[in-house]
């Protein structure tokens, strides 16, 4: 019997644990040109979605205020499935996290983050988890870089 209630035991925590080990952790680093420091700078993963950026991304990532020239952020895992960009912002109202009223200060750089809950499934080539996709069959699937952001004029 006690063996029956381990076996019972442990088979419930693998199945509640299948959220934690379904996807696979990622993070993506880039290099930052052109920013200036103390500006109230943030990172920040954002939903990008025809041509719009959608406030419903993750917590963000404060950038240093010496803005050292690279960075690296730890992306989500509690984000719906599909596009999104990372992005440098102004935090207005000072309250680390990218929301309305911020102004994104870095240029589109072409490319997409997508998340995907199988392979192939916003676009071809992709796999499931995290991808960086750049319009071409030119997909990063396993090592996310050289996501560069620049900034915009007088950023």
């Known amino acids: ?51 719009q950026y959608t406030a419903n991304g993750s917590e963000p990532q ?3 205020k010496f803005l050292t020239g690279g960075y690296t952020l730890a992306l989500p895992r509690n984000v719906p499935y599909g596009t ?24 589109d750089n072409g490319k997409l983050l997508v998340y995907a809950s199988r392979d192939n499934q916003f676009f071809q080539g992709t796999k499931y988890g995290w991808n960086i996709y750049n319009g071409t069959s030119d997909i990063q699937t396993e090592i996310l870089n050289n996501y560069d952001l620049q900034a915009v004029a007088g950023g």
């Open 62 to 64: 404060v950038i240093d």
């Open 1 to 51: 019997m006690k063996k029956i209630l381990a076996v019972a035991t442990l088979g419930t925590l693998a199945l509640s644990s299948c959220s934690i080990f379904g996807t696979r952790s990622a993070a993506v680093s880039g290099q930052l040109k052109g920013f200036s420091p103390n500006q109230n700078l943030g990172l920040a993963v954002v939903g990008y979605n025809n041509g």
């Open 84 to 107: 999104y960009r990372v992005v440098v912002f102004r935090d207005a109202n000072n309250n680390g996290r990218f929301d309305t009223g911020d102004v994104v200060l870095s240029r």
